[in-house]
């Protein structure tokens, strides 16, 4: 591509006569690095598969939340995928999406960068001195971090429904292994008492 770094500043794709793209054109030619010659297309794919990314989504969410019931457990199956198997294959897809969304954000940088500084903050149009990369490499750090702090924060309210007065799951499991032993000597004795009263019955009778 021939047009400056600032992408405000790029001519119209679309005003070409033979309806191609003047980027498109632009980049065909045999000059330039490899990056400015396949922009276009790279960007063509990539919105492509974020779609396909996107309504693969949908569909196994809607799934997950719309075709199994309410709570459905691992005795519900569509095509021998339980509801867990869904909605991992749904994480694992958003987790692809998100990739693809930071790929796409990093290739629209400059374009975020200059509406930013000519639009919002009413500086002239300039070239990038490196300061977009800085900008945004410090954007995306303080988003990871703010998705890092919200795990944290949900981690700190993680409460297993089971536990006995707050307690953890070993407190719980020494409780049911005294009720059961409680249980376990209760009925042992219980069978001595009938036995031993059996046998007397039987010596009554000789
Ligand atoms: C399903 C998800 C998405 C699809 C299919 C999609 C598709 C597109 C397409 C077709 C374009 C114009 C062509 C290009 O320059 O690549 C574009 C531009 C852009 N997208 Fe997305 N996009 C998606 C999500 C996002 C998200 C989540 C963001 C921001 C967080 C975003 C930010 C932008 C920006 C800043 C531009 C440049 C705007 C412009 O040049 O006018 N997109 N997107």
Redesign the pocket.
Known sequence: MTFDSN?LNAPNPIDETDGMTTSLAKTNSPKGTWWSRHQVLV?FWL?SL??VL?ITQAWLLAVVNVVFPRGAGPDWTIWGATPLDWSEAAFATFCLFSAC?VL??M??WN??CAVVATRLLGRKPGKDDGSHTIIGVCVLVFLIHVILVGILVARTGLVNSKTVHGRGTDALLRQETTTLNKVAVRTTSWAGEQGSVHSSRLRTIA
């Open positions: 992408p960007n919105d974020l779609l996107f969304i796409h954000v290739f629209h374009w975020i």
